[in-house]
């Protein structure tokens, strides 16, 4: 935790006699004249950082506090961001229904384009190496004459982010600042400028510069409550002085947007989507295939950074034929395949013809993708992090800030959207009762909403992580097909298991 | 009986295949009731007759090793459920193996025509291939097909194994009397980790006491060196490297070629001779 001299670790004393303590100690009194002052500072316009300003926004409690966002991206371009109907963008997010029912309490859903988003209503997950799988819909919690329940909802980050920054927009101007294409110069603690000023001791203060070449004098803005919005390698985070543990997972996410061959959609249930994913232990992680509109599909798979490089080094219709045969071949066929060289006179196709016809396929297999969407292969590397805290005096961390996690469930913009939920309530709670929005005794009550179930999340995607990387037959491949077995012939068990990844 | 059952299930089928919801359909595996075969002279077996297979075939090899239907029945009933798919993963780990299993070539006297072996040079592989045939007086067609594997991939698999094996024989030189075979089949259980190669190994127990001495000194030393170190024999294109020299397809499969059995018996065979003239001239 950063050192703070006195008041913000010290709340119980009153403002006169806290006064006292500092009299005479005034440092860099004046530095260049008092920074503007925001109750809260959102540094990092994700959709963490907007749905914490739509949501603050939103409540008729909070709307007239003066918050500002801070973002290094062009938050005008995000807001008119636009593709061909026939376009995804290949950063893409499963929302649970808890989410979706955030985004819809705060009114951001509506302005979300429903025809960029789509639900599904089951995921089949299964083992590449022992073949066992589970399925997970809701069919044990409803009746079969209902319409199926969705498990998830696909939406491109940018059209959540533009839905967001459209429900900021309409929330008018009144007390918001975003500073677009800014970014944050450097985060201080204020310093008591009494008798002139505020005391800001203890109140962090920015200094936001805009990108790019600029002789303007930085802006100095203090903060009640700074929230660090701001990723992985979080700046306010480190202001605040906050460790952060973790490990890389030495994978890289490889994302691509593909387009799918005939889809058989069954008759009954009408219009129901499955999301697919395979366990390729021999290969270093998960494939997963995500439902898009128009019969489109997200592509995501973990895998070694040498596999990753490779899959990206092949031409499309390799590449289409790995991604094919991740879902179809047996681990021994697809590690071959994974070293083939792109000159050999078989090609990758081939290799997947002739192996289907001696394989036998499981009945979940997603159909067949026929094309990959030009300029939307791309690889990201997997990490874990989690912040030692979330809340230190007048600093909040939420989403990646706070913890990054294996995206093998799908849970990181989830577990994001939900500490934003959490944040603004408990913000919510502080305004409604008179107490001071940064005050760490505020802010405890989010942090302690959060932190357990962000680390069961997160730990959870770590261990099924690490069992799912052991490769080959042996005690592990053994015990884990057994306990998807289990779990899948036990709709208790399931049914909790799909409530806790839901957020409920 | 399997006969039995396989006509009774004939019988049953051509029954019934009028409906499609028959009975026969679901009703599970029995003797009376056999699956389709997967391939063209596949039996299918229940767990309970493979088993009976497996006991059966190893106690009647054991009796009479010279019995080689039986050793591949033995090789067969013991080769599921993980050995022969392990066997199997080493070919398509391997871009010969792999090309193997796509064209799945057949060794016969027909693909492979002796006249042309022989025509083949010196100390090469085809050439000692042809001459180890002819010094063993034994040919290539005497292999049975695989029957009791389930799955036709790895039926080939275990088609492929026994119709190599000659071959092994010509590149270490070892004849098929019992005690070479032994040495050979040691040797193909580290390599193979087939069971019935391993389970060969208790014909051991049929040599006389001075070949079980060569054997443990000699040759069982070899089979686990070379088995051992050496790369999978299965994964080996014996029809592309006919022309090779044998010595160098020796050095790149890391096999130490062993001691010549049937020249180590001559030797005995004429030491015992003279031996024998010694003790008749001295007592003559």
Request: with cysteine; hydrophobic share 40%.
């Amino acid at each position: 935790m950063r050192p703070i001299s006195r008041s913000a670790l010290r709340p119980h004393v009153c403002q006169t006699c806290r006064h006292g303590i500092g009299a005479g100690r005034r440092r860099f009194a004046s530095q260049s004249g008092s920074p503007d002052l925001y109750d809260v500072v959102c540094v990092g316009g994700g959709p963490a950082g907007l749905g914490l300003m739509a949501a603050l926004r939103a409540s008729p409690i909070t709307s007239k506090l003066r918050v500002a966002l801070i973002e290094t991206q062009d938050l005008t371009k995000a807001q008119a961001w636009n593709l061909e109907p026939t376009q995804y963008s290949n950063r893409v997010s499963s929302l649970t229904p808890s989410s979706v029912a955030f985004l819809r309490q705060i009114g951001a859903y509506d302005h979300l384009d429903v025809d960029r988003v789509q639900d599904y209503q089951d995921m089949q997950v299964w083992d590449g190496q022992t073949g066992s799988s589970i399925s997970f819909d809701w069919s044990m919690e409803t009746s079969p004459f209902e319409d199926p329940r969705t498990v998830a909802t696909m939406t491109e980050n940018a059209n959540l982010v533009r839905a967001l920054l459209r429900r900021i927009a309409q929330s008018g101007d009144e007390n918001l600042s975003l500073f677009s294409n800014s970014t944050v110069a450097s985060i201080e603690t204020g310093s008591d400028l009494k008798p002139e000023g505020p005391d800001l001791s203890a109140w962090p203060v920015l200094s936001i510069k805009p990108t790019g070449p600029s002789e303007s004098t930085p802006k100095r803005i203090a903060a009640r409550l700074l929230v660090g919005a701001d990723g992985i390698n979080s700046p306010v985070r480190s202001f605040a002085d906050i460790s952060t543990h973790g490990w890389d997972y030495g994978r890289h996410g490889i994302v691509a947007t593909l387009a799918l061959g005939d889809l058989d959609i069954p008759p009954f249930p009408a219009s129901k989507r499955t999301a697919y994913q395979r366990f390729l232990p021999a290969l270093g992680g998960p494939i997963a295939l995500l439902p898009l509109p128009n019969n489109h599909a997200t592509l995501v798979w973990s895998t070694t950074p040498e596999n990753a490089a490779y899959l990206k080094s092949l031409s499309t219709p390799s590449f289409l034929a790995m991604v094919n045969a991740a879902f179809r071949l047996e681990m021994t066929d697809l590690s071959y395949m994974m070293g083939m060289s792109s000159t050999s006179d078989i090609s990758h196709q081939d290799e997947l013809t002739w192996r289907t016809q001696h394989t036998a396929l499981p009945s979940q297999v997603p159909p067949p993708a026929t094309a990959v969407q030009e300029g939307t292969v791309a690889s990201f590397p997997l990490r874990f992090r989690h912040a030692a805290q979330y809340v230190s005096p007048r600093v909040a961390l939420v989403g990646d800030a706070a913890h990054v996690i294996h995206p093998l469930a799908g849970q990181g913009l989830n577990l994001g959207l939900a500490d934003v939920a959490s944040l603004s309530k408990t913000i919510q709670y502080a305004v409604s009762h008179g107490m001071d929005v940064g005050d760490l005794i505020t802010l405890e009550r989010y942090s302690s909403e959060r932190y357990l179930p962000n680390a069961k999340i997160g730990g959870a995607c770590d261990l099924l992580h690490k069992m799912y990387t052991v490769p080959g037959e042996g005690p592990v491949a053994w015990a884990r097909s057994l306990g998807l077995g289990v779990v899948d012939r036990l709709p208790f068990v399931k049914s909790f298991l799909m409530k806790n990844a839901e957020g409920y | 009986m399997s006969v039995l059952g396989r006509r009774g299930a004939l019988e049953l089928r051509a029954l019934t295949t009028n409906s499609k919801t028959s009975p026969t359909a679901i009703r599970s595996f029995s003797v009376l009731n056999r699956p389709a075969p997967n391939y063209p002279g596949h039996v299918p077996l229940t767990t309970i007759e493979r088993g009976a297979l497996a006991i059966g075939s190893a106690l009647g090899s054991l009796v009479n090793p010279r019995r080689a239907d039986l050793i591949a029945a033995l090789g067969e009933a013991t080769a599921t459920p993980f050995f022969i798919y392990r066997l199997r993963d080493a070919m398509l780990s391997d871009p010969t193996g792999r090309r193997i299993l796509r064209d799945r070539p057949r060794i016969t006297s027909e693909t492979l025509k002796m006249t042309h072996l022989r025509t083949l040079p010196e100390n090469s592989v085809g050439r000692t291939y042809a001459k180890w045939l002819d010094r063993e007086g034994v040919s290539p067609d005497t292999r049975d097909n695989v029957q009791y594997i389930d799955n036709e991939e790895c039926a080939y698999v275990m088609q492929r194994y026994r119709e190599c094996h000659d071959f092994y024989h010509a590149v270490t030189g070892l004849p098929i009397f019992v005690e070479g075979e032994l040495a050979l089949k040691a040797l193909e259980f580290l390599n193979t980790l087939l069971p019935m190669t391993g389970l060969s190994l208790f014909a051991f127990v049929r040599m006389k006491p001075a070949e079980k001495e060569r054997f443990l000194s000699l040759h069982l030393p070899w089979a686990i060196r070379s088995g051992l170190r050496s790369n999978e024999l299965i994964n080996v294109y014996w029809e592309e490297v006919l022309e090779k020299d044998v010595d160098e397809l020796r050095a790149e499969l890391n096999i130490e070629r062993p001691p010549d059995l049937r020249d180590i018996r001559k030797m005995i065979r004429q030491q015992q001779k003279r031996e024998k003239e010694q003790r008749e001239q001295a007592s003559g």
